[in-house]
Structures are given as structure tokens and as C-alpha cells.
């Protein structure tokens, strides 16, 4: 591990945590952090208590849950991509649940809200796996599956657009919302059916951070070095697309932290995955965890969805890393 | 100990490798010459098993290799291509370092030996003192000497490189050849595309001439490398001789008489050139 590698990755840790307080003491009722504390570890019973341990626990964890499991996503993709462009997004996940989202809600108006995110986790895993197929039927080449991976988002992103302008306000409102990127009203529930695959998966990325070594050499040099590309490829892009339409699953599009995260965090510390992808991951978590608490801080006791504020701060602070470093654009 | 070729089939959409039978033999550094699109560079790919066959079989060593893990090849052969991918944020050192892979397992864990290995190849390749910086911040004849760092850590008996000196210098083209030619003769078998008639006769010990995806000749520089071959294969009449100081065969070229420009053409170019 580098020097700049064994700073940066504590120092993340220590943010994280410093927004997670934050991120618990923030909203329509403000909580100090010295109450924050003392319910956290001594349990006392009042209202703070209640808003503390039913909404802005959870909700947080899920915050940091799935702001890595993005983050880690779109690592994985730009790896097998090789393409700076690349995100969670190319492959189709983010049109793919959105599309199942609206369809699922205006064919089925009475479709009870918790079942929305199984009919997102289903729509983003099949236009992935639609995008998969179609570039697998030829030798595939990072190329193919970029603008297969664009064409397919065009098809969902057309389908969004015409249910969003034949269908009433009313209708799809609900979903609309959901489609931001909110982490509004999710509670325990949610965190208890996500966590253990969110988990999993992460820990699981993170031992493979040789092989991504290896596959961001390109497919030959891969191969040469004794990678079954088409193998590993494959379980790669599996791992990354349940990671990423597992999180918008839940917490809806927050778009741009899966292309962000991984920008960023290379920067930082470089790019060998095996400090990368820690690296990422924290600042995922970070970033949503922060455009959460910042959405409830600025209208209480109204809420400005994540997904908005990840795109309106991220963006500017994305270019500025990229304008002030020396970003390696040739391949 | 050989690269075996039998009745090759292979190549991208249209063009195909044809029926190509081959031996090339251990210990020698054998150039795959011959004209652009004749299909060189694919039967390396093909040897490098980085191309899929449409028939025949490559056995290297004995071993048919569409029946071994691509873990036990890359431990035979090692591969520099055509146009490395220069990953972001890697220096020299890990770039060398992965190098290993093929003997090392799923995490890329470090055994004493590895570390000897890559401080060797850093060593034989003199860039020991590069092995901090960022690959991508290296030029083209550096870089280049770095992807052949880690095709020397790779530790194979086979080394295949595909055009090593395009893109480069002439003074890193040579750098690169004379390095070859130090791998050569430190027992390892090399076979190389060039697309310089005078490097491949320079440098090579063998040369396999191909045309139209067909092999077409194959022997010593000094038996085959004819005017007669260069005009058949290339269509370009040349005039071949020996270099005074290293006896070696180049090739250079008749003037006025290219067969492969039409009349017109060549007076279009005089009229240019007033």
C-alpha cells in the first residue's frame, strides 16, 4: 500500500463517519450529536430517540450501503470497459429499472408500493442481461458493448418517455419520485432485505481486485497472462450489474455516483484495485450519505431527493477533480 | 520443443488464415513477415490463442493448445501486442509485477520468487530506475520496454511479439530489437511480426514468409530473401544485398519502377513533385 493510499483510506473512514453523525442529527427535527451519542449507545427514551432509531438509522446505513455498492459497480464496469465514460449506467441498469418501474405501475395501478423494488431489480438485471446477450453474439469488444449498452437505454429511455407523457400526474407520481433517487421513507424493512446481498457482493468485489487488475489490461494481454477472460468477464459484469440494480432497487436512480466515485477515488490513490476499490467504495457511501443529509437540511421540514443533489454537487466537484489533476485520458 | 502449426483455419469476418502448416522451431527468433493483410499478425494472435480456430490445431511444446487452461499457456508463452492497453494509475513496477499472474493465484499474492523475477526483468530491460513512475507518463520507446518487462517476468520459454517497433523512434526501434535479440540469446524462443524487411533480416534466425493468409516461404534470411521473393510477395521490385559491416541481407527498393503504381499515378507524382 502507498503512502498516499495509507492517509487517504483512514481519513475516508473518518469523514464517513463524521456524516453519518451528521446525517442522524439533520432533518425536519434537529438532534444534537451529543444526543445522537447517547441514544446510539445508551438508549434513551424520548423522541429523538424514535426519529433517530426508526428514520435516520436506517435510512443512513442504507446510505452507505448502497453509495458503495455503486461506487464498486462502476469500477468494475470501467475496468472491463476500459472507457472513462463508463458507469452502472452503460449497461443498461438505471433505463432498465426505470422503464420496468413505470410499466409495472401503469399497467398495474394497484401495485402496491413495496413491490416496486423487486419489479426495478428485475428491469435493470434483464436490459444488463439484454446488453450482454447482444454483444455476446459476436467476439466481444468493450466498443460493441458500450453502444449495444447505449442503444438499449435509448429503447428504455423512450418507453419512460412515452408512459411519462400518456400517462396522468397522478399515476405516476409516486413512481416519479421513486425515480429520483430518494431515500425518503425507507426504513429498516428496506435495509433488512438489501444488506445481506449488498454486503456479500461488496466483500466479494473486493477479493477480486487482482483479477480486475489483470482485466484492465485489455482482453489479449488478459488472456496472455492466463485470465479466462470470457469467464471472468462475465461474473465480473454479473457481480456489477446486481450490485448497481440492487441499490436503485431501494434508494432509485442516484444517478452519477457510480461514474463519480470511481473517478475520484483514482485520483487519489491510484489505480490498483486493491486500494481502488476500498477507496470508491468510501467515497460512494460518502456522497450519498452527504446528498441525503444535505436534502433534508435545506427545505425542512420538506426534502430535496438524493439524486438531485448528488448530480448538482457531484457534477462541478467532478470536473474540478478532473480540470486540477493530472487525468490520464489516453488509453 | 516447437510451435506446431497443423492446417490452420482462422481469422476475423472475411479474411481467414488458409490451411496454414508450419513448424517454428525452438531456440530460434523467427520474423513473420510479408505484406499488410497477409495475415501475419493473425497467426500470431492464433498461436497466442487469442483468436479462436476455425480448424486445425497449434501445438506448442507438444501440447495442443484448444485443450489447455489459458492459465498453463501463459506460463509457456508470453505475449507483447500490438497496441498495450496503458492502464490509468499503474507504475512501471506493478505493471512488470502482473507480470506473475500466470504463476501466481486468484489474489496475485507475491511469493520470493516473483519478487526476483520482476526485479530481474526490471533489471534485464534497464528500467529499474523508471520503476516508480506512472506507465502512462512514459514515452513510447520507455513504454514499450516496460511491456516487454513483464512478458521477461512472465518467465516463458516462448515470447511472441507483434510489430514491437511500430510507432517507435528508429533509435527505440533498435533498442527494442537488440533487447529481442538479448532474450533470444538467453534460450528463449521468439517469434515476431515485423513489418521491416531489413530488421526481420537483421535480427531474425528464421523467417516465415506469408501472403494472402497462405504461408509462403520459410528458411534463413540469407536462403530465401530474394528479389525475386520480395517482388512476389510484396510486388515491389527491389534490389537485395549484403550490409558491408554486418553481412546481413537489405532490401531496397528500384527506383521509378514500382509495378504497383499504374501509369497515371506515377505521372501524377512527378508532376507533384516540379
Known amino acids: ?86 458507469s452502472p449506467k452503460i449497461i443498461g441498469i438505471n433505463s432498465g429499472a426505470a422503464l420496468a418501474v413505470l ?26 442481461g439484454t446488453i450482454y446477450g447482444l454483444s455476446a453474439l459476436r467476439p466481444m469488444s468493450p466498443e460493441r458493448l458500450i453502444l449495444v449498452g447505449i442503444a438499449v437505454g435509448l429503447v428504455c429511455d423512450a418507453g419512460v418517455d412515452f408512459i411519462m407523457v400518456t400517462a396522468s400526474t397522478f399515476e405516476i407520481s409516486a413512481p416519479l419520485v421513486w425515480l429520483t433517487g430518494s431515500l425518503w421513507a425507507r426504513g429498516w424493512q428496506h435495509l433488512s432485505a438489501v444488506w445481506p446481498f449488498l454486503s456479500l457482493l461488496s466483500a466479494l468485489c473486493l477479493c477480486l481486485f487482482f483479477r480486475l487488475d489483470l482485466m484492465r489490461l485489455g482482453t489479449s494481454q488478459a488472456t496472455a497472462l492466463g485470465v479466462n477472460v470470457r469467464l ?23 444517478g452519477f455516483v457510480g461514474l463519480m466515485a470511481p473517478h ?32 433534508r437540511v435545506l427545505v425542512p421540514p420538506l426534502e430535496i431527493s438524493a439524486g438531485i443533489l448528488t448530480a448538482l454537487f457531484g457534477a462541478p466537484f467532478f470536473v474540478f477533480i478532473l480540470l486540477t489533476s493530472r487525468m490520464e485520458t489516453r488509453e | ?20 502448416t508450419a513448424t517454428i522451431k525452438a531456440g530460434e527468433l523467427t ?18 490463442r487469442q483468436l479462436p480456430l476455425s480448424a486445425g490445431t497449434v501445438r506448442i511444446s507438444g501440447r495442443d493448445t484448444a485443450r489447455e487452461p489459458t492459465k498453463a499457456i501463459a506460463r509457456q508463452v508470453a505475449v507483447l501486442p500490438q497496441h498495450p492497453v496503458v492502464p490509468p494509475g499503474i507504475s512501471v513496477g506493478q505493471l512488470v509485477g ?41 514515452s513510447g520507446g520507455q513504454r514499450q520496454r516496460a511491456f516487454l518487462a513483464m512478458c521477461v517476468a512472465q518467465d516463458t520459454p516462448y515470447v511472441l511479439l507483434d510489430e514491437p517497433t511500430s510507432f517507435l523512434d528508429i533509435k527505440y526501434q533498435y533498442e527494442v530489437l537488440e533487447l529481442t535479440e538479448t532474450l533470444h540469446a538467453a534460450g528463449k524462443t521468439i517469434v515476431a511480426v515485423l513489418h521491416d524487411i531489413g530488421h526481420a533480416a537483421r535480427f531474425a534466425t528464421n523467417l516465415v514468409v506469408m501472403k494472402d493468409g497462405r504461408l509462403y516461404a520459410t528458411g534463413t534470411p540469407n536462403q530465401i530473401l530474394t528479389p525475386e521473393l520480395v517482388e512476389q510477395v510484396y510486388g515491389l521490385r527491389t534490389r537485395v544485398y549484403a550490409d558491408p559491416v554486418t553481412g546481413s541481407k537489405m532490401v531496397s527498393p528500384v527506383p521509378n519502377m514500382q509495378p504497383s503504381l499504374g501509369h497515371e499515378t506515377a505521372r501524377t507524382m512527378c508532376v507533384g513533385l516540379d
Not at chain 1, 243 to 251: G, N, T
Not at chain 2, 37 to 46: D, I, M, V
Not at chain 2, 110 to 128: F, G, H, N, P
Open chain 1, 1 to 86: 500500500m502507498t503512502r498516499r493510499a495509507r492517509i487517504t483510506l483512514p481519513s475516508l473512514v473518518l469523514l464517513l463517519t463524521l456524516a453519518f453523525v451528521w446525517s442522524l442529527s439533520v432533518g425536519a427535527v434537529k438532534i444534537p450529536a451529543s444526543v445522537i451519542i447517547n441514544t446510539l449507545f445508551d438508549l434513551d427514551g424520548d423522541q429523538q430517540r424514535f426519529i433517530i432509531n426508526r428514520s435516520r438509522l436506517p435510512r443512513s446505513l442504507l446510505a452507505v450501503l448502497t453509495g458503495g455498492a455503486m461506487a464498486l459497480s462502476g469500477v468494475i464496469v470501467q475496468a472491463l470497459l476500459r472507457n472513462a465514460l463508463a
Open chain 1, 103 to 128: 410499466l409495472g405501475t401503469s399497467l398495474a395501478p394497484d401495485l402496491a408500493l413495496a413491490w416496486l423494488p423487486l419489479v426495478a431489480l428485475l428491469g435493470g438485471t434483464l436490459a444488463a
Open chain 1, 232 to 254: 471472468e468477464r462475465f461474473v465480473l459484469l454479473a457481480i456489477a450489474t446486481l450490485l448497481a440494480s440492487i441499490s436503485v432497487s431501494v434508494v432509485g436512480v442516484i
Open chain 1, 264 to 295: 475520484i477515488a483514482r485520483q487519489l490513490v491510484g489505480g490498483r484495485h486493491g486500494v481502488l476499490l476500498p477507496t470508491a467504495m468510501l467515497i460512494g457511501a460518502l456522497l450519498v450519505v452527504l446528498a441525503d443529509a444535505t436534502g
Open chain 2, 1 to 20: 520443443m516447437s510451435i506446431e502449426l497443423t492446417d490452420i483455419r482462422a481469422g476475423y469476418g472475411g479474411f481467414m488464415l488458409d490451411q496454414v
Open chain 2, 31 to 48: 520474423a513473420l513477415i510479408g505484406p499488410n493483410g497477409c495475415g501475419k499478425s493473425t497467426l500470431l494472435k492464433t498461436i497466442a
Open chain 2, 98 to 138: 502482473y507480470g506473475r499472474a500466470p504463476h501466481q493465484n486468484l489474489f496475485g499474492v507475491r511469493s520470493r520468487t516473483d519478487q526476483e523475477k520482476i526485479e530481474a526483468a526490471l533489471e534485464a530491460v534497464a528500467i529499474a530506475d523508471l520503476r516508480d513512475r506512472m506507465v502512462s507518463e512514459l
